[in-house]
Every structure is written in C-alpha cells, then in structure tokens.
C-alpha cells in the first residue's frame, strides 16, 4: 500500500508505449532512478482485458498517483459527481494516495476532451474553489491543482495567472502541482518573468511537480505538447525551484514523439541528479 | 409597452459566457466568432488541439471508415460530431460509442454517405469495446475434469459480441462497398480470446441461433440443439444432433466455449 510520503524522487507518466519496456528493465540499474509513476484515472477506471493485468503489475511495485485530464473544475455543467465517485472508488480499490487535476475547463455542457484556460476573474475564483472543495469532499481528501499551460490569455480577466493560482488555492484548501514548463510555456506567451511567478508560489501547498519538453511554433508561442526533450531555461527554473523551496518530487511528462525508455532515461537521471545537488546543498545549510 | 415576458435563463456570468463563446468557436470555427479581442493565431490552436485530439481518436477506432471516405466526407462527419454533440463521458475509450449515438442523427442520404456506414462503424467499434471490456472469464465455474459438451450445462465466454448486420461488414473494404442490403443478414461472432487477443467468425445462420441460446441461458449442449430442431422442422433431429455436436467442438477449440458446468454437489 502506497501513502503520500511514499512519493519521493524522480517520476514518470506511465504511456501504453513505456509500459512493455518498464516490465522489460524493472529491477536493472538503468531505470534504478524511477521512483513513482503516474496514470491517468480517465484511461484505466472500468479497464478490463490486458490493461487490468497491466495496471496490476504496475501499482504491485511503485508508488502511482492518478493525474486527471476530464474532471472539468472550470466546467460550465455541474461536476461530474457519479465520476467524481468512480475516481473515489478506484483510488481506494489500488490505494492510490493522491490524485490531482488541472485548474482549467474541458466541458460545456459535453466534453471536448483538451484543457482550456479559465479567465483569471473573481467569480471564477469562488466558482473553480467551490467545486475543488466539493470534489475534495466527495472525496475525504485533498486534491492537488496544477497550473495550466495556456494559448489565449482571456481580454476579460481581471488579474494575472500567480493571483488567480493563489487565490484559487487559498479559498480551496487544496493543494498544489506545479508544473515546472507550464510556468515556461506560459511566461513566453504572454510575456512575463518565469522567475518572478516562481518567487511567488505558495511552496507550502506544493505536493509534486511536472516538468516536460514543449514544441516551439513561433519565438513567441510555445505549444505544451510534451513532445521534445526539456529545455535548458526550463531546467534553470527546476533548480530555481528547489533552491527556493527545497527539494520536492519531480515527475517527468513525456506524451508525444516517445523515445526509447533507455534513451528517456536520461532525463529521469538528471532530474535525480540535481535532486540529490540541493538536497545535499540544504542538509549542509542546515547543519551549518 | 408590450410587458416583457421575465428571462426563464439565468444569465451566464461573464466568465462563463467568456468560456461558452469559446467552446462553441472551436466545436464550429466556421460559423461561430471566436471571442472578442481574442486573437486568431492563438485561438487556432485550440480549434486545431480539440479537432486533432477528438479526429484522431476516432481514426483509431475506425481505421476502414476513414480508408473508405473521402479526407472531406470523413472531416465533415468529424465537423458534425463536435458542432452537433455533447459527449457526456469522461472517458476517452468511449468517445467512439458517443460517436456511434451521433452517427443515429446523422442524415447519410443528404450527406452522400454510404448506406452501409452505421454497421460498418459498429463493427469496428466492437474490436475496440471487446479489447476494454472488463467482464472477467470465471473459469472457477468451469470443471477441468470433463467436456462432454452434450449432456452438461454450457459455458462461453462473456466477452463476446454476437452481431447481425444487413451488410457484410467484415469484408467492405475500398474496394468493395455494396450498395445494396444482402438478401441474408450477415451474422458475425466476434470475442475474445483467453489470451486477450479479438477473434472473429463468420456464422451460418443456424450456428447464431445456437450460440445465442448458450449466451441467455445455461443449457447443455443436447437440450440448446433439441429447442434448436423444434425451431426448425424442416432439419432432421438427426442432422441437427451431427451438426450441433461438430459445431461445439469447433467452439470449444476456438474458445468462444469455455467448458461445461461444475456440479454443485
């Protein structure tokens, strides 16, 4: 059975692509540096066929957290509650400790599947918290909210993305995974300081963080595909990151053009890597 | 002044109404402005993400539809199920039965679609619902000791789908598109197998009945060919019995029969 604190490390999204090669390498040095996985609740609740023996094998060796696409917290419909259930009860049919979800909208009234920015306003701060916290009491637990990566910004938003995060979280009473590149991603769309958001964030509600690759269409709009390795300003902002606010668990988003698990491996090490720089460099402060 | 009827909807707050003009704008980009001062660049990807995503799903699913239609008849019917559908499942893998319902609004004729096109969709749809589908064999009710598929009550398997189609779907391809409904239904036997791999078998229509029989009640295989021949007088019982018993075996070998009943006691 897998708690909370058994998250720890470096992860890795669990796709159909890596799940042969997992199984192949479990247990060799080379992939020594994952240390928990991640699923998406929308692909495996209600899954028979090969795909529960797959899931069995999985949740029978690593700590695995459900990261949610469908929830729909900016939704325009009522929430899902009969869904909300079917997360409640698989999360406690595999003892899964946590799941988290975007602070975007994919429904109308029907689903359209893609995460879709919510404008930053006042009203949809009270709206998005109230439904965080009536999922998180169907529930009994805490969510996490990611901040999402975004194309438009909204002309009727009323304040900025850091302020409309905070304030969601605050009235929420939830917690929070940040997403390393979308702060990126979002920082070169509509032009602001990634590193001054970053100062901002409110590292006491931090459960995990995403960091992944994004597909450059022009100099100024970056599309979070999750397609290419990590670059380097975004790796700058990881270790900004935990020199601020220490080290956290890290989980690597690999969705698009997928290369072998042998050569992505070497993403999870360097992530592993600079883990153990800070964490080294913070046990010596505290010591001093 | 005539008196004004009072508002029966509430007014979306503008958030909402925000959120609302920018759904409709990507389930129909030709015919609904996207929001005011939204540029059109940024407001492209999202049409573009939401059409890829919801496309490429369902190309998946119906790899000959696609081959079969022309790139236009195939984005219209794509255009249609977003402009004209609200999916109301959270779940990826169902979007294709979503868009099965849809396909029953559709109007083929108008839309020089084949005729043929609902069956066809729905028989590749059932590959994907077979290869999800959780119903888990209970091989704890089956006794290894014996087959004797004729005098003890029967077992198949639950994942299997037993379909009757006006065309014969599992042979349109390109190069084959009847025009026509066949003069006889095609009935199709498609499961899967204990090693989770989708099989399908083409059934005479005598061997339909049989294997229906076997999926609603619990009978042994004498008794399910016994009401078979009183359903059909014009088959001797004798012919019945020679066939049913051949038929069963080859069920059994291809595993869409399990096995026979344990006694309870």
Redesign the interface.
């Known amino acids: 059975m897998s708690q909370l604190h058994d998250i720890q490390g470096v992860g890795l999204g669990l796709k159909r692509e890596l799940i042969p090669q997992i199984q192949a390498l479990y247990g060799q040095e080379i992939i020594r540096n994952i240390d928990f996985l991640e699923i998406a609740p929308e692909n495996w609740i209600g899954a028979g066929g090969k795909y529960k023996d797959q899931l069995d094998w999985f949740l029978a060796r690593y700590p695995i957290i459900c990261h949610g696409l469908c929830l729909s917290l900016g939704g325009l419909e009522p929430l899902n509650v009969a869904f909300i259930k079917q997360v409640k009860a698989f999360l406690h049919q595999h003892e899964i400790p946590l799941y988290t979800e975007h602070l975007s909208f994919c429904s109308d009234g029907g689903y359209l599947y893609d995460l879709l920015p919510i404008p930053f306003t006042e009203e949809a701060v009270h709206y998005v918290a109230q439904r965080i916290r009536q999922t998180q009491d169907i529930l009994g637990q805490r969510i996490g909210i990611e901040n999402a990566s975004s194309y438009v910004a909204a002309p009727i938003s009323e304040m900025d993305e850091l302020t409309f995060l905070k304030a969601v979280i605050e009235e929420a009473d939830c917690l929070l995974h940040l997403d390393i590149n979308n702060i990126y991603v979002n920082s070169v769309n509509f032009n602001y300081d990634a590193h001054q958001l970053l100062r901002g964030i409110p590292n006491e509600r931090i459960v995990y963080a995403h960091v992944a690759g994004h597909y450059q269409q022009a100099p100024d709009l970056l599309v979070d595909t999750h397609g290419e390795n990590i670059i380097d300003p975004v790796w700058q902002l990881l270790n900004a990151a935990y020199q601020q606010f220490g080290v956290f668990p890290t989980l690597l988003e690999r969705d698009l053009n997928i290369p072998p698990l042998t050569t992505l491996i070497s993403e999870i090490d360097k992530i592993a890597a600079i883990q153990q720089q800070y964490a080294q460099k913070n046990h010596a402060q505290t010591v001093a | 002044m005539p008196k004004q009827l009072p508002d029966t909807t509430t007014p979306?707050?503008?958030?909402?109404a925000?959120?609302?003009q920018?759904?409709?704008h990507?389930?129909d980009p030709k015919n609904q402005p996207r929001?005011?001062?939204?540029?059109a660049?940024?407001?492209a990807?999202?049409t573009e993400?939401?059409y890829n995503?919801?496309e490429g799903?369902l190309a998946s699913c119906f790899p000959v539809t696609k081959k079969i239609l022309s790139a236009r008849q195939w984005q219209q019917l794509m255009r249609g199920f977003?402009a004209n559908?609200?999916?109301?499942?959270?779940?990826?893998?169902e979007?294709p039965a979503q868009f099965l319902q849809h396909l029953d609004s559709v109007k083929l004729n108008e839309s020089k679609l084949p005729a043929f096109l609902p069956n066809l969709m729905h028989y590749e749809w059932v590959e994907l619902a077979?290869?999800?589908?959780?119903?888990?064999a209970d091989l704890e009710r089956i006794d290894s000791a014996t087959d004797d598929l004729l005098l003890k009550p029967i077992v198949i398997t639950p994942?299997l789908f037993l379909l009757q189609y006006d065309y014969p779907v599992h042979l349109i391809s390109p190069n084959y598109q009847p025009k026509q409904k066949t003069a006889q239904p095609t009935y199709l036997l498609v499961f899967?197998h204990l090693e989770?791999q989708i099989k399908f078998m083409e059934l005479n229509p005598i061997t339909f009945q049989l294997v229906a029989l076997l999926q609603n009640e619990s009978l042994t295989g004498q008794h399910a060919l016994t009401k078979l021949a009183n359903a059909h007088p014009q088959i001797s019982a004798e012919v019945m019995m020679q066939f049913g018993a051949a038929t069963l075996a080859e069920l059994k070998e291809n595993g869409v029969i399990l096995g026979v009943k344990k006694a309870l006691f």
């Open positions: 979306l707050p503008a958030f909402q925000y959120q609302k920018f759904t409709q990507i389930r929001p005011a001062n939204v540029p660049k940024r407001m990807i999202y993400i939401v995503n919801i799903t977003m559908y609200q999916a109301s499942t959270p779940f990826f893998r979007i077979l290869s999800v589908q959780a119903a888990p994942n899967r989770l």
